[in-house]
């Protein structure tokens, strides 16, 4: 192929990509003027009802659906055949009559027009009144439970125990449901290597039921933590229910109390801090030759204490 062909090929090829593209252009500005203009069309809206007083429930039959006419540009419109939107009806401002909530557009319409973009011009909106029938709820309040797995790192512990708040719930219900609801638990609470305060917000495990919800889905929980030591006291022995006419020796007359507490609880804790006793009674039941001794009073500040005798021998005289 000859030089002057190959040239005029190439002319002819090039002004075919122009007018390709050209012709996309025109097309893509056509559209984009298309979609700009407003245009009017009717939906038909799914409700969601909000804000419904804990003691009612909405029968769910009942949950209508409104034919919203709305004006707006052609972008808009193309977003909402894809997602429609969804009207909530807040049913903490309806009146009531009977079991009915009643909703009517000459109350409701503004409500309606400010879940919409200000571009957005609602046109009308069908039917006038919107009936939703409604039974009573059962509502009670259940402790909530914590399910933790907590490991401290050695040396370090809690300084009394986990707070949870709030520390219960409403379960709001049918009451032949609600009244089987003892308890709920937070999701699975799991920390390793703890050595500082906790503070956490966990959620609850929801319920088995759709028909049963809770005042809230989460909790927080927080605990104090503190390095922690063992020491140790030695303690006097104390005999109760001795008959009066009977009088004993014992050994030992003290004995070591081991505890485990936090490093500022370690320096209040004094012999006097805790009380061992010994009940003269228990031998007539257990048959034994010797006491038991048990602690009986401890510190609050005091996570664990034990005994490093475990019995007391006596001599009755």
């Given amino acids: 192929m000859g030089l002057r062909s190959r040239l005029r090929n190439n002319i002819k090829s090039r002004r075919i990509n122009i007018f390709i593209v050209f012709l996309f252009l025109a097309v893509l500005f056509s559209l984009l003027t298309k979609l700009s203009m407003d245009y009017t069309h009717t939906f038909k809206l799914e409700l969601q009802a909000v804000n419904v007083p804990e003691d009612k429930i909405i029968i769910t039959d009942t949950l209508q659906s409104l034919d919203v006419t709305l004006t707006t540009y052609g972008f808009k419109l193309i977003r909402y055949g894809f997602k429609k ?30 879940q919409f973009d200000p571009n957005v011009r609602i046109e009308a909106i069908n039917p006038d009144t919107l009936l939703f029938k409604f039974d009573k709820n059962s509502v009670k309040s259940v402790p909530v439970i914590l ?16 707070q949870i708040e709030p520390d219960s719930v409403r379960v709001i219900g049918p009451k032949i449901l609600v009244d089987t609801v003892k308890m709920v ?11 500082s305060d906790i503070d956490v917000i966990l959620g609850l495990e929801p319920l088995n039921n759709n028909q049963l919800s809770l005042s809230g889905d989460t909790v927080r929980i927080t605990a104090s933590v ?13 005999v109760k229910n001795l008959p009066q006419n009977r009088r004993l020796s014992i050994y030992p ?9 936090s490093l500022d609880a370690f320096k209040t804790i004094v012999p006097n801090s805790f009380i061992v006793e010994c009940d ?16 009986v009073t401890k510190p609050g500040n005091v996570k664990e204490a034990r005994l490093s005798t475990k019995r007391i021998e006596f001599i009755l005289q």
Avoid: H
């Fill in 253 to 261: 007359k003290k004995v070591e109390v081991i505890y485990y507490a």
């Fill in 85 to 114: 939107p969804v009207i909530k009806v807040d049913f903490g401002g309806l009146d009531r009559t009977g079991n009915m909530f009643i909703w009517t557009k000459a109350r409701e319409f503004s409500n309606v027009v400010d």
């Fill in 185 to 195: 638990k937070t999701k699975p609470l799991a920390l390793k290597g703890v050595n």
């Fill in 226 to 238: 503190e390095k922690f030591t063992e020491g140790s006291v030695l303690v006097p022995v104390i």
């Fill in 147 to 162: 399910d933790k797995t907590v490991d401290f790192i050695p040396g370090f512990d809690l300084t009394g125990n986990f």
């Fill in 280 to 295: 003269f009674s228990d031998l007539q039941t257990s048959g034994l030759d010797f006491m038991i001794p048990k602690i």
